[in-house]
């Protein structure tokens, strides 16, 4: 089971101005970071297994999350987490706003949202973290 990371999606005014930001960025983008995460070998196994993923909080709840491809060295000493562009929906989770970012275990990551469910068919976002905060789904 691979391990996750999540972050606040900081400055998004939207969810569409997220798939905007990525929409320019090719296949690939960089998150600088001061240090590796300590676990980083559980995020992206070296053996071939899949990797995890950087899972965005937008309003307080996890929205959407973007595959970690690897890790790298950047100036300074710093490190770069390597993501996807490619932004697939979750079913929304409720999730404290953070600095930096945070570990997430794989039960506790939303599911996928599934095709007819991205047309649309979802609960609203709003509704589904209410929801989740009472407990009812």
């Known amino acids: 089971m691979p391990l ?32 590796l995460p300590k676990r980083h070998a559980e995020i992206v196994p070296a053996n071939g297994e899949a990797g995890g993923s950087l899972f965005w909080i937008y309003k307080h709840q996890l929205v959407m999350r973007s595959p970690i491809l690897r890790f790298e060295e950047a100036e300074g000493g710093k490190t770069h987490i390597v993501i996807a562009t490619r932004l697939i929906d979750v079913h929304p989770r409720p999730k404290r706003a953070h600095q930096g970012w945070r570990y997430l275990d794989e039960a506790d990551a939303p599911i996928d949202l599934g095709e007819a469910e991205i047309a649309d068919e979802a609960i609203p976002a709003k509704l589904a973290g209410e929801l989740a905060r009472l407990g009812l789904v």
């Open 4 to 35: 996750h990371l999540t972050k606040v999606a900081y400055g998004a005014q939207s969810l569409e101005d997220m798939r905007g930001w990525f929409a320019t960025r090719g296949d690939e983008a960089f998150l600088t970071t001061r240090y």
